[in-house]
T-cell receptor, first 116, second 109 residues
Framework: GAVVSQHPSWVICKSGTSVKIECRSLDFQATTMFWYRQFPKQSLMLMAT?????????EQGVEKDKFLINHASLTLSTLTVTSAHPEDSSFYICSASISPRISEQYFGPGTRLTVT | RKEVEQDPGPFNVPEGATVAFNCTYSNSASQSFFWYRQDCRKEPKLLMSVYSSGNEDGRFTAQLNRASQYISLLIRDSKLSDSATYLCVVNLGGNKLVFGAGTILRVKS
């Protein structure tokens, strides 16, 4: 149980275009979903926290207008990287939590974004 | 100062060896603690939670010292399949996880 999927797993796009990444909880309802970014040889950095039906909470230094997060249902959250630039190339990972009272998060397999 | 600090390694050990990783965290209000394992180009996977009383899961033992803000992971009888990056993770509350940069372990035959 507690499986989280991400799509796509790998994407290459041209500079200036937008990319949407989907995160789905397959066998449970996720009250909260999290979006992380990981650059090579660095730790995962939390970008934003989203709760179903409400606006996402972004971490300091993360541009909310550039990284659009939509959490339309208890099983789906999307991250859209708008006007992508080469410095946005990274490994984007989502995770989902069953309950605010449970700290364990279930991670998706990640999406590797390369912007050329 | 980083919120969670780990020795990046790599730790190169032979099969069967015992290896220990350490981690320190800066926020004394941190609420819960974990070790995750991450394989190359994969998502992190929960290895075990860490408690003050210490906890063991097979060959893995984790320990938390709240007074020193220090977390450890001990791996006994290392296997080739243990080769990975081990991430020390701290929950600051509200389900906000802060990850260390990880310690690389390479187990060689």
């Amino acid at each position: 149980g507690a499986v989280v999927s991400q799509h796509p797993s790998w994407v290459i796009c041209k500079s200036g275009t937008s990319v949407k990444i989907e995160c789905r909880s397959l066998d449970f309802q996720a009250t909260t979903m999290f979006w992380y970014r990981q650059f090579p040889k660095q730790s995962l950095m939390l970008m934003a926290t989203s709760n179903e039906g409400s606006k996402a909470t972004y971490e300091q230094g993360v541009e909310k207008d550039k990284f659009l997060i939509n959490h339309a249902s208890l099983t789906l959250s999307t991250l859209t990287v708008t006007s992508a630039h080469p410095e946005d190339s990274s490994f984007y990972i989502c995770s989902a939590s069953i309950s605010p009272r449970i700290s364990e998060q279930y991670f998706g397999p990640g999406t590797r974004l390369t912007v050329t | 100062r980083k919120e969670v600090e780990q020795d990046p390694g790599p730790f190169n050990v032979p099969e069967g060896a015992t290896v220990a990783f350490n981690c320190t965290y800066s926020n004394s209000a941190s609420q819960s603690f974990f070790w995750y394992r991450q394989d190359c180009r994969k998502e992190p996977k929960l290895l075990m939670s860490v408690y003050s009383s210490g906890n063991e899961d097979g060959r893995f033992t984790a320990q938390l010292n709240r007074a020193s803000q220090y977390i450890s992971l001990l791996i006994r009888d290392s296997k080739l399949s243990d080769s990975a990056t081990y991430l020390c993770v701290v929950n600051l509350g509200g389900n906000k996880l802060v990850f260390g940069a990880g310690t690389i372990l390479r187990v060689k035959s």
